[in-house]
């Protein structure tokens, strides 16, 4: 019986070391569907001339999950709600942020995307996109680096937090 309880300590302290490893290892791949989201709605509005809320609903149809529902959400807003678009993608944002491994200053720099997005012309607007995205590139990194160098670390613990929590109650 103690060596059953022993086994189910470890493969649960084991787990939960993993998710705290895939948490690591989605941000950085959660912060290049939004950088490529991004780069496809500058497309949208520079080249295709799309509305906004189709523009949107577009990319969510292209993109995978959570990103999509941030923008299935934004694009709902636009329609039905007829708010003004800062307020409808930080409205999307609010609703489908906790979805993501992203963090709060990436929700910073989204947040103060939204409040540029539709004030300017074409132009401006490119401009805004590219910041943005310069913004998110040095968040990936951060990201990236902050995988490397945890990741493994934070599997072994669980497995190690397990071992000592057995050996304690041996």
Known sequence: MKLLGAIIILIGSTWVGFEFAKRLSERPR???????????????????????????????????????????????????????????????????????????????IMKQFGTTLGQHDRANQQKQIRLTLAHLEREEGDARDKQNRYEKMIKSLGFLTGLLIIILML
């Open 30 to 108: 959660q912060l290049r569907h939004l950088k490529v989201a991004l780069q496809s709605l500058e497309a949208e509005i520079m080249y295709g001339m799309t509305p906004l809320a189709q523009a949107s609903a577009n990319l969510a149809k292209q993109l995978p999950k959570p990103m999509t529902y941030l923008f299935e959400r934004f694009s709902y807003h636009l329609l039905n709600h007829r708010d003004s678009v800062a307020s409808a993608w930080e409205e999307s944002l609010r609703e489908t942020w906790h979805l993501t491994a992203l963090l709060q200053s990436e929700f910073e």
